[in-house]
């Protein structure tokens, strides 16, 4: 059994975004330094860390000389290089492994290991030639999904198809990548299980969300999902599967589609946490930050109980700033509204600036008190100048 690594240690974390930030937080709030390396300055994350560093993924020296310096090493962001997560593994714990972060970052890997665990997943086919794209066709005939094997998130890399006979097309526009084609699922709602697992294997996971997304981007998220019993067992069963059978030290997430049936299929993993948990920071006991450090630093896990009935989350896209400075004022008005702001400067429409939590009663009281706060910030500018 390793040892705990206790308060006052310094930890690592290669990527210098808002998860990286809000992991920085949790931890110093518990008594840890934090030590951030990424490609750029005055990052989310660097501005509360204790260290910046800034360095290339790519310059393994300089990652290796990052990873001597810190007690453990996690990531913010599953676009890390496999390569740095190995050159960091030779001289601190990395967690969650390099090996989680090699199988949640290719799509072609993900799938195969969804597969091998026995977990539900649409129905889909490998091109990694051209010799292969008969063989997907007629595999998925229908309407369906090509997505890049690798490096896509928030809808990024891939592009709906009405039916086989525009593959070829499309995956020469796409560049020719590795992909995957995967058959259109028709679902009732999307949701996500947060879930964590400590160094001794204990296991954490919050009920299942429910989100929504607007442009591939997570709009609004609210907990818990309005499903059955039946459905979050099944949610938390396959979660739990992910968790132990990639031997996950450390927070990942499932992206689940609910069926017009009930069932579930796995969309995709993310092995850290994410922008559906955000709001656990201000709706539970313990947030899936805290829990992240907790469990990287082999620390029991946290609870997972509610402080309310019910929550919602709204994120702040850089579209609001597109009149200006938003009206925070207004938005705070709402007495059980909470605003978690990142840092960044650059407000570029579809980009994450920051999100709003808000506690309630019901579900229904909840998402509507973030959504009209959210609408607030803009309100009160004239009408040409709103933002989105």
Known sequence: MN???????ELGVLGGGQLGRMFTVAAARLGYRVAVYAPDDDTPAGQVACRELRGSYDDLDAVAAFARSVAVVTFEFENVPLATAETAARHAPVRPAGRVLGTTQDRLREKAALTRLGLPVAPHA???TEADLARAA???????VLKTAAW???????????GAAELPAAWVRMGRPRAVLEAFVPFRRELS?????GLDGAVALYEPFGNAHAHHVLDV????????AATRAEAAAIARAVLEGLDVVGVLTVELFELDDGRLVVNELAPRPHNSGHL?????????FEQQVRAVCGLPLGSVDAVAPAAAMANLMGDLWAGGTPDWRAGLAYPTARLH???????????????????GPTVAAAEATVREARAALTLRRPAALRGA
């Open 152 to 162: 896509g998130y928030d809808g990024k890399g891939q592009v709906r198809l009405s």
């Open 3 to 9: 040892a705990p690594i206790l308060p006052g240690a």
């Open 126 to 128: 490998a091109i990694e």
């Open 193 to 197: 299980v947060v879930g964590v697992r």
């Open 341 to 359: 702001l990142y840092g960044k400067d650059d407000a570029r429409p579809g980009r994450k600036m920051g999100h709003l939590t808000a506690l």
């Open 221 to 228: 998220t609210v907990w818990p999902a309005p499903v059955s």
């Open 138 to 144: 007629a595999a998925v005939p229908g309407p369906s």
């Open 280 to 288: 656990t920071i201000d709706a539970h006991t313990c947030g899936q």
